[in-house]
Nanobody, 116 residues
Framework: QLQFVESGGGSVQPGGSLQLSCSVSGEALNYYALAWFRQTPGKEREELACISSVDRNTYYGDSVKGRFTISRDNANNTVYLQMNSLKPEDTAVYYC?????????WGQGTQVTVSS
C-alpha cells in the first residue's frame, strides 16, 4: 500500500503559477506510471498528465497542454506538476495517481483555486 502526501495547492490569480508535489512512501515508484488528475463538483475526474515509469514518456490532456509540465524524481519518490498560465477554469481538487499493472493508488487531493 502506498501513502501519499500532496502539497503545493492554494489560491493564485489568473496567469499565475503553482507547483504541486506528491511525495509517496511505502514502495519505490520506479515501475509505476505517475499521473495527475483533477475533479470539480459534478464532473468526472479528468486526467491531466501522465509520465511513464521507464522511458519517462509524457502525456498531456488538451486542456493543459503547453501550460502544465509533469516530472518525477524516483530517488525521492516524488512526482511534480508545474502549472503555469493558470485560468479560473483550472480551479479544482488535484489528485496524484500511481499505477502499475492491477495496482492503482490515489492521493488525498489538494485544492487549487484560480481567482482574481
Amino acid at each position: 500500500q502506498l501513502q501519499f502526501v500532496e502539497s503545493g495547492g492554494g489560491s493564485v490569480q489568473p496567469g499565475g503559477s503553482l507547483q504541486l508535489s506528491c511525495s509517496v512512501s511505502g514502495e519505490a515508484l520506479n515501475y509505476y506510471a505517475l499521473a495527475w488528475f483533477r475533479q470539480t463538483p459534478g464532473k468526472e475526474r479528468e486526467e491531466l498528465a501522465c509520465i511513464s515509469s521507464v522511458d519517462r514518456n509524457t502525456y498531456y490532456g488538451d486542456s493543459v497542454k503547453g501550460r502544465f509540465t509533469i516530472s518525477r524524481d524516483n530517488a525521492n519518490n516524488t512526482v511534480y506538476l508545474q502549472m503555469n498560465s493558470l485560468k479560473p477554469e483550472d480551479t479544482a481538487v488535484y489528485y496524484c495517481n500511481a499505477r502499475y499493472g492491477p495496482y492503482d493508488y490515489w492521493g488525498q487531493g489538494t485544492q487549487v483555486t484560480v481567482s482574481s
